[in-house]
């Protein structure tokens, strides 16, 4: 299999810990997991491997089928990066473009 056309799996479980990104854990650079569970199969990551949101998103009991500005200080955007936010506390910027 051809690592850089391997796709990452986000989240992945690393040891006893579960990644929402990249990692650089005993690395020099950023790399993901091919499996949900890390077996040994990896890739550098690249910047088309940024973590993704994932919709509908439940945050303070309501549910999100978009980014919101809900809650973040600066009034940017956000997602959740699991499907509970309230439960796993993940989360990303979203692009200035997305709502």
Sequence with gaps: MD???ATCVFPFVYGDTIYYNCISKHSDY???SLD???HGR???CTGQDPP???FPFRYRS???QNCTKKGYIFQRSWCSLTSNYDQDGKWK???PYDV
């Design 62 to 64: 309501r549910s999100f």
């Design 36 to 38: 949900h569970k890390f």
């Design 3 to 5: 690592k850089l056309k």
């Design 30 to 32: 950023p790399w993901c």
């Design 93 to 95: 910027q979203c692009s």
């Design 52 to 54: 993704m949101c994932v």
């Design 42 to 44: 990896w890739r550098y």
